[in-house]
Nanobody, 118 residues
Framework: QVQLVESGGGLVQAGGSLRLSCAASGSNFSANVMGWYRQAPGKQRDLVASITRGGITRYADSVKGRFTISRDNAKSTVYLQMNSLKPEDTAVYYC????????????WGQGTQVTVSS
């Protein structure tokens, strides 16, 4: 069974920074693709960023230049460094993962709240 456990959410003022972490576990989970989605109230869940095991990254246009996704393969952990946060970044952030890009996202974390005050 695959488990994704997020941490690092919270309340921050506009312009501030937060770092999210997601630890993956599961005996047969290769975690070849990991990423972060977010969902604001009343809106759909959208991709924020993704990263392959080899380090290839993809970002939503709205976060390019402000957010950085990274991973530590030895720890099966993916990170999202969020800088220059804006009130519109307020959402529940979900960690996501899959063994293959074709079926990403397949697994989900429980979500962590990020609130940016103006």
């Amino acid at each position: 069974q695959v488990q994704l456990v997020e941490s690092g959410g919270g309340l921050v003022q506009a312009g501030g920074s937060l770092r999210l972490s997601c630890a993956a576990s599961g005996s047969n989970f290769s975690a070849n693709v990991m990423g972060w989605y977010r969902q604001a109230p009343g809106k759909q869940r959208d991709l924020v960023a993704s990263i392959t095991r080899g380090g290839i990254t993809r970002y939503a246009d709205s976060v390019k230049g402000r957010f950085t996704i990274s991973r530590d393969n030895a720890k099966s952990t993916v990170y999202l460094q969020m800088n220059s946060l804006k009130p519109e970044d307020t959402a529940v952030y979900y960690c996501a993962g899959a063994d293959y890009f074709a079926n990403f996202p397949r697994y989900w974390g429980q979500g962590t709240q990020v609130t940016v005050s103006s």
